[in-house]
């Protein structure tokens, strides 16, 4: 608690030093290296201000992008990184779960459906192994919160997180960044850009990343066993140009993953506490199974973008095709359990299992089997700065995949799971005057998903108990078609300052959900769930472009919210609806320009969830080794009605501060901070005394120097430099198992820039 104070107490001043400069503000220079950039987003397919936009959006780009995951992070480092945002796994660098505005989806299944949608250079990433694609030369990331069913469809209930890749010019432009650090990290990236030919741009951009294992396995005696990865990516984009009218932007990017997926923790929670106890030691282990964890995934796609001006209106068309194929391994009890007759150092007569109790052993590996999807956008819209503008389009969805789960009791089995969807689409803008605009949109989608079961071992043997009556359930189907709306208006009250309402109304397509097939269960199936979201919110460019201020306010409410019950006795997954989900908040995003030299930005969000269903029943841990606090039933039930969203935090607190020391005209001396802070957590449906977690923070720290005429960037860096021990994520059917957080790392950066 001391270090977080300390932290914390850095923060306040900076924040203080913020507040005694905003009235000097007021009388500052004019210059333009004074004042704060504009920011231009695409939340509604259109290139806009962010400050024009009647939505609540945080953007994250250049030195804060760059310094958040500099240690080799992958995009679980977005996590409370931006108001309102949070992320956590338990499949290690692949299948993020996020959530936003406190609500998202605890499904650890390949198939399992999420209401915050992931876009990448425009293109959707439905699957959970396709969000996870690595972060490198990007230009910008926009988190647009709220409902998007008008523009972006299904399965956008909680938000959007749109990634943008830097794009080909004619202008020739490359960079090469190269980095070390703790763990035996090394990450080198670059890219490379400029005109091939006349009407023929390209960008090639590379990654390959690299940390060695430094997790000891303590049962097997062998050291430096997992908790590292080796990640290496390429985007290929050509932009093609042939009339002034005709632009084509072709995009091919792949990537090959070799590492370690999460690292399970047995007994590090205490029954009846959730402060790490003595079993947990972040260098080491005790594994007696899982083969130290490992993973590995592969995925290619690529996509084809078209806009042709016709004048009146621009026709686009984005068509894109991914594939992903992979595995993961754990041993999920975290632990070790002595075989018959072995006596060593941790397997002796009177101690048979550990790190504390472990009732059985467990160990499941899940593969993804040939992931396809297929994309097709079709768009018109309007040109122009006429008082009425409008887009409308058709949008179609296809994807099909395989699932194989492969479990110390019951053997493998295969889950193929099959989701087409289609949709149309149109939304308008009306100027009324110069000062109120107001949009609406409309969308129908119609989405089906079907599953169906294989089972058979390497021999051809069905290896599922109650394999034939499983058969006789699948292939199954469900459908379900939706409209959704969105409503928006925005005044400007002066030059610098407007507000804006927004109601929108959004919905996620039902589920179905597999996994229990490899326990002898059955699919479950969840209902579509539905939102209505009310938001009001300001949005402010204060002391001459010096200060950004931008809030929002916002209510919704959830008809038959999506829960996934995850773990209980079993480890089973079962999809259930609530009856009613209802959630209130606000979030703040600023940034000052308190001089050229000094940058602060800070953010808050607060969320107050709650599940609203009396009769909801969900399984709590198994084994006893918990302690729920809600009301039981008399088979060990718990009532949720009234709990949080699981995974939701109250609230998250960032900023960052950045302050320049020129030297001489040819370079600067900086020095960038960043700190977030996660407030309470409850991690399950349900909850307990030990899963719930409050004041987790992270720091990190970054000092460099750049030469401005070589363009040359040097820079030392630290992640989470503190060595906070936090608590993410937790497995309940078996013991009080946890995944924490990365430990403290620091290194070194080099990065040149060519033009």
């Known amino acids: 608690m001391k270090k977080a104070a300390l932290a914390l107490s850095i923060q306040a001043a900076l924040l203080a030093s913020l507040s005694l400069n905003v009235n000097a503000q007021e009388n500052a220079q004019e210059q333009d290296d004074a004042k704060l950039e504009k920011i231009t987003v695409t939340a509604l397919k259109r290139t806009q201000s962010i400050q024009d936009v009647p939505v609540s959006i945080a953007t994250m780009s250049g030195e804060r992008f760059e310094n958040t995951f500099s240690s080799g992070d992958d995009i679980l480092s977005l996590a409370a990184r931006v108001p309102g945002l949070y992320a956590e796994s338990s499949n290690g660098r692949v299948a993020p779960r996020f959530y936003m505005r406190g609500l998202g989806n605890s499904d650890f299944d390949l198939a399992a459906s999420q209401p915050v949608s992931i876009i990448m250079d425009d293109v959707v990433m439905e699957n959970v192994v396709l969000k996870s694609f690595p972060l490198f ?104 140009n042939p009339t002034e009218d005709l632009d084509i932007l072709f995009n091919f990017h792949k990537r090959s993953l070799e590492g370690t997926s999460s690292v399970m923790r047995a007994n590090i929670l205490t029954t009846g506490s959730n402060e790490l106890n003595e079993n947990y030691d972040r260098d080491t282990v005790w594994y007696d199974d899982g083969d130290n964890n490992p993973q590995e995934y592969d995925q290619d796609g690529l996509s084809l973008n ?60 899940d593969r993804l089997n040939d992931l ?7 768009r018109i819209s309007s040109n122009g700065n006429d008082q009425l503008t409008w887009q409308t ?78 058969q006789e359930y699948t292939p199954f189907s469900v459908d379900d078609g939706q409209w959704s709306w969105e409503a928006m208006a925005n005044y400007t009250i002066d030059n610098n300052m407007s507000v804006y309402a927004r109601l929108s109304n959004g919905f996620r397509a039902q589920s179905i959900q597999g996994r229990d097939v490899a326990f002898e269960g059955y699919p479950s199936v969840a209902d579509a769930e539905t939102i209505m979201s009310y938001e009001a919110g300001f949005k402010t460019d204060l002391f001459d472009n010096t200060l950004r201020l931008n809030g929002a306010v916002f209510h919704y409410v959830i008809d038959d919210i999506q829960l996934t019950a995850v773990g209980g006795n079993g480890n ?23 001089n050229e030299n000094l940058t602060l930005t800070a953010g808050f969000s607060y969320n107050d969830t709650e599940l609203q269903d009396e009769n909801l029943l969900i399984a709590t841990c198994g084994s006893g080794a918990c302690t729920p606090t809600d009301r039981l039933n008399e088979d060990g039930f718990a009532y949720v009605d009234g709990n949080p969203f699981p995974n939701a935090p109250k609230t998250i607190f960032t900023a960052t501060a950045r302050y320049a020391m020129p030297i001489a005209d040819e370079g600067e001396l900086f020095i960038y901070t960043d700190y977030s802070h996660q407030g309470d957590t409850n991690l399950f449906i349900y909850e307990t005394k030990e899963y719930k977690t409050d004041g987790q923070f992270e720091l990190g720290l970054r000092i ?52």
């Open 372 to 378: 396809k999807q297929f994309t097709q956008e079709l």
């Open 137 to 240: 030369d990007i230009d910008q990331v926009e988190v647009i919160r709220g409902p998007q069913g008008s523009l972006f469809g299904r399965n956008t209930t909680a938000g959007i997180i749109k990634f943008t890749s830097r794009k080909p010019t004619s202008d020739f432009d490359a960079y090469v960044k190269a980095g070390a650090g703790s763990f035996g990290l090394v990450n080198l990236e670059g890219a490379v850009g400029g005109a091939l030919a006349n009407d023929l741009n390209a960008r090639l951009s590379v990654l390959n990343q690299s940390k060695d294992d430094w997790i000891d396995n303590g049962f097997t005696g062998e050291n430096d066993a997992l908790g590292g990865h080796d990640e290496k990516a390429m985007r290929l984009q050509l932009a093609y």
């Open 306 to 365: 078209i806009n042709y001006d016709l004048g009146a209106f621009t026709l686009t068309s984005i068509t894109a095709l991914e594939n992903a194929d992979g595995r993961s391994k754990g041993d999920i009890d975290g632990g070790y359990i002595c075989q018959d007759g072995v006596i060593n150092e941790y397997c002796t007569i009177e101690n048979r299992n550990g790190p504390g109790f472990i009732p059985f052993g467990a160990v499941t590996e």
């Open 572 to 594: 089973n997954i079962g999809l259930t609806n609530a009856g009613k989900g209802v959630g209130t908040g606000f979030e703040i995003d600023s940034e000052i320009r308190v």
């Open 393 to 470: 389009g058709l949008f179609y969805f296809d994807s099909s995949f395989g699932v194989e789960s492969i479990d110390g009791f019951f053997g493998a089995t295969e889950v193929f799971h099959d989701n087409s969807t289609w949709a149309i689409f149109g939304q308008s803008t009306y100027a009324v005057n110069d000062d109120l605009t107001i949009i609406g949109g409309l969308r129908y989608t119609y989405d089906e998903k079907s599953i169906s079961v294989g089972k058979q071992n390497e021999d051809g043997f069905a290896v599922v108990i109650g394999a034939a009556s499983i």
């Open 704 to 755: 460099g120097y750049v030469h401005y005429d070589l363009d040359l960037e040097v820079a030392v860096f630290g992640r989470n430099i503190t060595d906070e021990d936090n608590l993410k994520a937790g497995i309940d059917f078996n013991n009080n198992t946890g995944i924490v957080n990365e430990p403290m790392s620091w290194g070194i950066e080099v990065k040149k820039n060519f033009f």
